[in-house]
């Protein structure tokens, strides 16, 4: 038997004394964890001592070693839950709940239903693709057109005391009802103005700066923030224009050479602003126009 005998044999050849009591001892687990709990078979060889009543046989475990560090805690998302941390939610004692069963049972335990935070996530979605749609820009034929540029002058009239129109240039794009309809109100205001009352008025969401020369109306509309001295400044240039190249304009040079004051007017306005200030330069450009038109007269 490996086990030691039970008490001292009574020959005394051979004979030793009993081993001292090892739960004395500070170094035996036995005397500070009380008795070990059963041990398999193939570590009953390990180790052995005395207790200290009865003279019976008992075993000492090994000496307590220092318990190794804890784990560090593993990255949050990763899926591995940390110890001591609750389980997943089981559904009667079988494998772990696991996708969507798993928020499903999370989200009833914080009193949000599933319903809910699916409507959330949709409502998220549809507004990350309502984002991104707008950001796409319109294909060309989708685009609405541009507006006018403001601080441009709209339109541009020439009429006389009768009401007779002898000018007409539209800076803006608008039905050939629409210029009639905008022509006659204007007419009939500005007809009915005093001479001492202000060159200013405001029509519709516009201002409308007009002067009067001998028998003619110039009249102009432009924005409501425009300055209304420059707009007169440019009416009075261009009848400076007219009466340079005319020599003395009067109404019957404009009714007779109309295509001379849509040039003159075109050399000097573009789009509703002014591209050239100096009349040498508008009259030199008219000038050269006369002589090209002449050589074709002649050509032809």
């Not at 200290?52 to 998302?77: F, Y």
């Not at 295509?259 to 508008?282: C, H, M, P, R």
Request: glycine share 6%; hydrophobic share 35%; charged share 25%.
């Amino acid at each position: 038997s490996l086990l030691p005998p039970a008490a001292a044999p009574s020959s005394p050849v051979g004979w030793r004394p009993a081993p001292p009591d090892p739960r004395a001892s500070p170094h035996c687990a036995c005397a500070r964890l009380g008795p070990s709990p059963p041990l398999p078979r193939a570590a009953k060889l390990i180790k052995f001592c005395w207790e200290k009543e009865g003279g019976k046989q008992g075993r000492c475990p090994a000496p307590p070693t220092v318990p190794p560090s804890p784990p560090p805690p593993p990255p949050p998302g990763s899926g591995v839950r940390e110890p001591g941390s609750a389980p997943p939610a089981r559904r009667g004692g079988g494998r772990p709940l696991r996708g969507a069963r798993a928020r499903s049972s999370r989200a009833r335990a914080v009193g949000i239903s599933l319903p809910s935070l699916q409507s959330r996530s949709a409502a998220a979605a549809a507004a990350a693709a309502a984002a991104a749609w707008a950001a796409v820009p319109p294909p060309p034929s989708l685009r609405p057109p541009a507006p006018h540029p403001r601080g441009t002058m709209q339109f541009m009239l020439l009429f006389s005391r009768q009401g007779k129109l002898r000018l007409q240039k539209w800076y803006v794009p608008l039905s050939d009802k629409e210029k009639k309809k905008i022509t006659r109100e204007l007419v009939q205001t500005v007809l009915a103005r005093k001479p001492k009352m202000c060159s200013f008025l405001e029509w519709r969401d516009l201002k409308i700066v007009y002067k009067r020369y001998a028998s003619l109306y110039f009249c102009c509309a432009i924005e409501d923030q425009d300055n209304e001295l420059i707009t007169l400044e440019i009416i009075h240039r261009y009848v400076e224009l007219l009466d340079k190249y005319f020599g003395s304009v009067c109404e019957l040079d404009i009714i007779f050479n109309f295509e001379k004051a849509y040039f003159i007017l075109d050399e000097f306005l573009l789009g509703g602003e002014v591209q050239e200030t100096s009349k040498k330069n508008v009259l030199k450009a008219i000038e050269q126009a006369d002589l090209l038109q002449e050589k074709l007269d002649s050509l032809l």
